[in-house]
């Protein structure tokens, strides 16, 4: 069961999420890679077909998968995307 989590989307961020993901494969979920030192975060994508249902956590209506470890440091932030850049904020 994936965990849940209070991460929170701006509109820029969310409208970035979504032009990124019109250039992957139909169907791909968001997973983060966050350094907490900088705030920069670097977005990738997995094949919903290799991820259970269970683990998938929908936000903002885009669909992410977390490993334990990020969910927890990034439960109560905020991501942002500005000049060019997503944020964890």
Known sequence: MAQAISLKITEAGRLALLDFLRH???????????????????????????????????????????????SQHLNGKTLDYREGVFRVV
């Open 24 to 70: 992957c494969s139909p169907g791909s979920i968001v997973a983060l890679d966050w350094s907490e030192a900088d705030g920069e975060c670097s977005v990738g994508v997995f094949n919903k077909e290799k991820i259970p249902p269970s683990e998938v956590v929908p936000i903002s209506g885009i669909p992410f998968v977390f490993h334990q470890n990020e």
